[in-house]
């Protein structure tokens, strides 16, 4: 069964992937791969591993809302989550699996936006090794 | 409450990524440490002061040395309680476990009191600074027009935290590179220029004696005063230390890199320190404490290079702004995942992933108390800085005794361990307890304080130690409402635990309440 990789955060981004994401799979008898990532803080300082916990906790709560969606839908699905940006850990997860695609949301930011806000979709585009499907988050 | 840090997914897996991102990663703790103590910003805001103390002479160089000692102990601190448990959290998580929550929390208020009261520092050499790089000089002298810039300035870099926006390993190391390399073109065109008879008729030749701690006109207290301010200009370097995930020797590698980056800001700071003091005299220095390099970069560097070193100024502080609210956050998160503050400070944004309240909680504070200080202080970084010298040297010191507590049931079981995770941490902790005991003592009256005083002691002993009584008077009612946090338990390091493998954490988790 090939895999589709959906990058989830729980923002209307995350959502409108996770939709399209598990559309696909169902059409294409496919499993889903609910990935959240998150690095805290490369300017460090601090009690980093106290706020990777408190995102990780966050996470948890989160991606479990997202495995009851693809669940409803009748879809296999599993979750994970890596100490990694987001861009970066799903190409990981994606290569791990040999996954079909990539499906990451977007709320469209200009290029120059995108990279200075650090826009999952903006840097999966340049990383990715595999096909990435951006779904725009402001409807169809 | 379980801990989720058990389960942290295959990304951070150590040992997949091969010698070449070990490097990287140690490359990158380096550089994180080096540029979140932010030397060129670190120089600007204490050079002069240092020289300007009274009977200081010619020995800043030496307090620039002398300040290292008991940082580089402390450094000793932070590598063993860094290696006890790489996910265990800085200076608030160890103090708790070792010497118990009430020296904990106490530790945690003054690493944010001092986070607070440095971002006055900030804000305001941002301001001075960038009226300067513009030669505006009337609105660099005018308080209104700084206090505007310095307020836009902490708005701007609370935003920029509170969003996450980060600059890159890649940025950050171009930014470092290009700070170290303007400092060292001042420092050599300096004594060029001093050498070949270029400099002003003040000038001096570097003397043996600029770099001996002994022989100052004002004695020990002059030198304990400067060490003071010295403590200041290698804060920060802790930052390295809990930047772990890259590293894939987690346990050691940042360790490492902090003891190498105290290193490195040693010779960078005794090098530009005496090659200023070389071009310029000690009295120019003295004169133009509040501008110290923005002032020398004209005459040493020439336009427009001279803008180089303003701009350098400018993005230290901007380093140094996001490692000062960044890790001030976390601090609270952490405590307040603990239960020993109010839970709302655990917050965390859902879609940016910081933490939320605390960020803002901290960029309003740093607002309000940097325009109060900024109007009302006749002098922000003379007084600010001695002030934050005492928090530092007191959080700093709890760390060295935290280490040796924390260890006492290992140092018997070899020398190494005796020496490196006993005594020299808790003699870190002793130096900067007499430091900071001796400077309170010499800055108590209020004549020797640039602002004066308030309740009879000098402004640089009521902003440093009466904050930190503000904190022991709410630490009191504290106990009454956070119980629990307060009933822990002390913990110590797992018997054998130096002996074992030089990986792993002693701890398994986490575990605030």
Known sequence: ?140 | MESASATVGAGSEPGGKGLKADAIGYLTNLVISVASVAPAYSLAATLGFIVAIDGMGVHAPAVMVVSFIPMLLIAAAYYYMNRADPDCGTSFTWVTRAMGPQMGWLTGWAIVVADVVVMATLAYIAGKYTFLLFEWDSAAHSLLAVSIVAAIWIAVMTWICYVGIELSAATQRILLSVEVFTLAAFAIVALVKVYSGGAPAESLHIGLDWFSPFGLPGGSSALIDGVLLGVFIYWGWDSGVCVNEESTDSARGPGKAAVMSTILLVLIYVVVAASAQAFAGTEALTSHKNDVLANLGGPVLGSPLDKLLIITVLTSASASTQTTILPTARTTLSMARFGSIPSAFGKIHPRHLTPSVSTLAMGAVSLVWSLFIINVSQNVLGDSITGLGFQIAFYYGLTGFACAIYYRRELFRSARNFVMAGVVPFLGGAMLTYIFVKAFIDNAPVDSAYSGGVFGLGAADVIGVGLLVVGAVLLVFANFIYPRFFRRKLETAPPHFLEGGPTGPAVETVTPE
């Open chain 1, 1 to 140: 069964m090939a895999e589709i990789v959906i990058g989830y955060d729980g923002s209307d981004c995350g959502r409108a992937a996770l939709a399209e994401g598990v559309t696909l799979a169902k059409e294409l008898g496919d499993k889903v791969r609910i990935v959240f990532g998150f690095a805290p803080g490369g300017a460090g300082g601090g009690e980093v591993p106290t706020q990777r916990e408190a995102v990780h906790e966050l996470g948890e709560r989160i991606t479990a809302e997202a495995a009851a969606k693809a669940s409803e839908a009748g879809v296999d699905h599993e979750v994970e989550m890596l100490n990694e940006h987001a861009a970066h850990a799903l190409v990981d997860v994606a290569r791990e699996h040999d996954a079909r695609m990539i499906v990451v949301g977007t709320h469209g930011e200009s290029p120059l936006r995108g990279a200075i806000l650090g826009s999952t979709a903006h840097r999966l585009v340049q990383i990715a090794e595999r096909p990435v499907l951006i779904v725009h988050a402001d409807g169809d």
